[in-house]
């Protein structure tokens, strides 16, 4: 049914997508807190409708906003840029987060010196993006890359609850090392006073998705030009002691073997 090509492109996308640490590490854990949605037996609807603000309009084919594509991408970055407006000023800063549920939670050193008189939160974009490869067309114009990205509008609360914020400070340290929250030593209740986290319930959000071969005009085919794909992905080196870090304490397995 389909070029041999854009079956192996395909199944690149999808081992691709299947060895992505793409669970949510939270499921894996009894909740510490009462805080809503960090159960994964909250309701989480199956697609997000778009609405006027996040349908995809250019290459529309590659909008996606069933929540399942949606997670998947969340659940496998670790940094998004948080895009908010002061006066004016339109701020993207790249902070760590994790999705719980249907929320995505946030450090928000940045946007949280606005949020301190603003108790009805405040108005974000947020964007994760994963590069999956680079495109090379026969044409300069037709370049591209191959990638997976979300996209989420709405406004985002200051959490408050010790609970809440403890239960997202296991979800970023779970999300990037699984066992390692509970290997090192628990934040005190000074440093989660110094830590400013905040919630953005995923209601309106969308996906693109580029993946395949390159698209050249008809014409350019014939050319005498490589053409294809260099798949990109994120490889972990070997671990590096801390010089510091006694040398009779071993490598936990997790550090060891990480792989993505
Ligand atoms: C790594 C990477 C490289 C890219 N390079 C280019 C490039 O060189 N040139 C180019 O034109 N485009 C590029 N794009 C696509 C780009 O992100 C936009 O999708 C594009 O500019 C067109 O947006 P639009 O006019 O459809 O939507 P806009 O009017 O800009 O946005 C409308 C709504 O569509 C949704 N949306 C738009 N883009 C995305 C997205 N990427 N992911 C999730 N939701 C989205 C959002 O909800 C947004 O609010 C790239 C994307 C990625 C991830």
Redesign the pocket.
Same mark, same amino acid.
């Given at each position: 049914m389909f070029p041999q090509g854009v079956v192996a492109y395909l199944k690149l996308f999808l081992t691709h997508a299947a060895l992505a640490p793409a669970k949510n590490q939270m499921s894996d854990h009894q909740s510490v807190g009462s805080a809503p949605c960090f159960s994964m037996r909250c309701f989480v609807p199956e697609a997000i409708p778009?609405t006027e %603000? $996040? %349908? /995809? !309009? %250019?290459?529309?084919h %590659?909008? !996606?906003y069933d929540r399942e594509t949606i997670d998947k991408i969340l659940d496998e970055g670790f940094v998004c840029h948080v895009g908010f407006a002061v006066d004016g000023q339109p701020y993207v800063i790249p902070t760590l987060y994790a999705r719980v549920g249907d929320a995505i939670y946030f450090h928000g050193s940045a946007a949280s010196r606005m949020l301190r008189n603003v108790s009805d939160g405040i108005s974000v974009?947020i $964007?994760v993006?994963? $590069?999956d490869g680079f495109v090379l067309a026969r044409s300069v114009f037709n370049h @591209?890359?191959n990638? *997976? @990205? /979300? !996209?989420?509008?709405g406004k985002a609360i200051l959490v408050d609850a010790p609970k809440e914020k403890l239960e997202a400070l296991r979800a970023f340290t779970e999300k990037l090392l699984s066992g390692r929250w509970n290997d090192a030593r628990q934040p005190n209740e000074k440093e989660l006073k110094a830590t400013s986290i905040l919630r953005l319930p995923l209601t309106? /959000? @969308?996906?693109?998705? *580029?993946l395949g071969p390159p698209e050249d005009d008809a014409t350019d085919y014939a050319l005498p030009v490589w053409a294809g794909v260099i798949p990109l992905s994120l490889t972990p080196g070997a671990p590096i002691r801390d010089e510091k870090c006694d040398p009779s304490i071993p490598t936990p397995g997790y550090a060891a073997r990480y792989k993505r």
């Amino acid at each position: 049914m389909f070029p041999q090509g854009v079956v192996a492109y395909l199944k690149l996308f999808l081992t691709h997508a299947a060895l992505a640490p793409a669970k949510n590490q939270m499921s894996d854990h009894q909740s510490v807190g009462s805080a809503p949605c960090f159960s994964m037996r909250c309701f989480v609807p199956e697609a997000i409708p778009p609405t006027e %603000r $996040t %349908r /995809v !309009v %250019r290459e529309s084919h %590659r909008g !996606v906003y069933d929540r399942e594509t949606i997670d998947k991408i969340l659940d496998e970055g670790f940094v998004c840029h948080v895009g908010f407006a002061v006066d004016g000023q339109p701020y993207v800063i790249p902070t760590l987060y994790a999705r719980v549920g249907d929320a995505i939670y946030f450090h928000g050193s940045a946007a949280s010196r606005m949020l301190r008189n603003v108790s009805d939160g405040i108005s974000v974009c947020i $964007t994760v993006t994963l $590069t999956d490869g680079f495109v090379l067309a026969r044409s300069v114009f037709n370049h @591209s890359m191959n990638y *997976r @990205s /979300v !996209v989420a509008l709405g406004k985002a609360i200051l959490v408050d609850a010790p609970k809440e914020k403890l239960e997202a400070l296991r979800a970023f340290t779970e999300k990037l090392l699984s066992g390692r929250w509970n290997d090192a030593r628990q934040p005190n209740e000074k440093e989660l006073k110094a830590t400013s986290i905040l919630r953005l319930p995923l209601t309106e /959000v @969308s996906a693109k998705i *580029r993946l395949g071969p390159p698209e050249d005009d008809a014409t350019d085919y014939a050319l005498p030009v490589w053409a294809g794909v260099i798949p990109l992905s994120l490889t972990p080196g070997a671990p590096i002691r801390d010089e510091k870090c006694d040398p009779s304490i071993p490598t936990p397995g997790y550090a060891a073997r990480y792989k993505r």
